[in-house]
């Protein structure tokens, strides 16, 4: 099996390296900050981790689809972002404040049409069921996106709802992810199984994580201004269950004409009524403990996993 160090020097050397038409410069100078500017890179780590369960060595082959589903998810935060109206984006100006909201969503456009290239890098012989596995996940991700919007005019999200809304938005290409790697690495139908479900229950696990962290979380870690989510009135796992606990209030809350800290403080003060923090801590642990329980004594996906969800401790 190929080492953790292998695998993240394979993803930093695939970042470092990666190329974007040079012209009209205006469309693709979006690419290339959004590449520069980082990230965790968690989807291609995943991939590469997958594959690196079944062979040795990362041909053009996986580095190509691996590199497919990090540009896929950058172009989803581009657009995200717009809709969001989010200023920052891991610490910088995102693209539509640093360019403009049309150019955003071109250049968005076009960065989504570069990923299918690069996943068609697949290997001859798995290219249509890599292929149906993309093309399926990127739809599932607009749904969930859609599912989030639609919730912001919504005064009651059930739970039940919010995790369908998750899965989709953030889950379903962490499982890709996982998935793509093993089919390309030649994994059997159970293998493969199970790495999706593992991926799945993680991405659960991670916006779990997500929706805690940017109301508790720390901006200079977490690269986005804290409280974006009760500003712009999301239904986070942490209203869900503030609600769900019996705070009604939360709703007027979200919904309050306040300056910014203002109504921060106000909901940040209603989850602390009913201590939605620790249950949110909770749950973050138990589904990273459903993720690793498709996956028994893999100790490269145990890692990877609370590397991702650990990060609220």
Partial sequence: MISEQAIDQAVKDLFANI???????????PLRYMIAIGGKRIRPRLCLLAYSMFNEGFPQSILGPAAGLEIFHTFTLIHDDIMDRSPLRRGCDTVWKKWSPDTAILSGDVMCIDSYKRIAQAPREVLPE???????TAAQVCDGQQMDMDFEKKDIVPMDGYMQMIGLK????????????AIIGGADAKAQQALYD???????AFQVADDYLDAYGDQAVFGKPIGGDILNC????????????????????????LP?????????????????ASEA?????????KALSYVPGEAMLERFA???????K
Avoid at 130 to 136: A, D, W
Avoid at 234 to 251: D, F, N, P, R
Avoid at 306 to 312: A, M, P, V
């Fill in 19 to 29: 190329k974007f038409t040079a012209q009209p410069a205006g469309l693709y100078d």
């Fill in 130 to 136: 890599v292929l149906e596995l993309f093309s399926t």
């Fill in 170 to 181: 953030t889950a379903v290409l962490l499982a890709c992810s996982a998935k793509m790697g």
């Fill in 198 to 204: 593992y991926g799945y229950n993680l991405g659960l």
């Fill in 234 to 257: 999301k239904k986070s796992w942490l209203t869900v269950k503030a609600y769900e606990k019996g705070a009604s209030e939360i709703t007027s809350a979200l919904q309050a004409e």
């Fill in 260 to 276: 910014a800290q203002e109504k921060i403080d106000l909901v940040k003060g209603i989850y602390a009524s009913v201590d939605v």
């Fill in 281 to 289: 801590i909770a749950e973050i642990d138990r589904l990273t403990a």
């Fill in 306 to 312: 609370h590397s991702l969800t650990g990060r609220t």
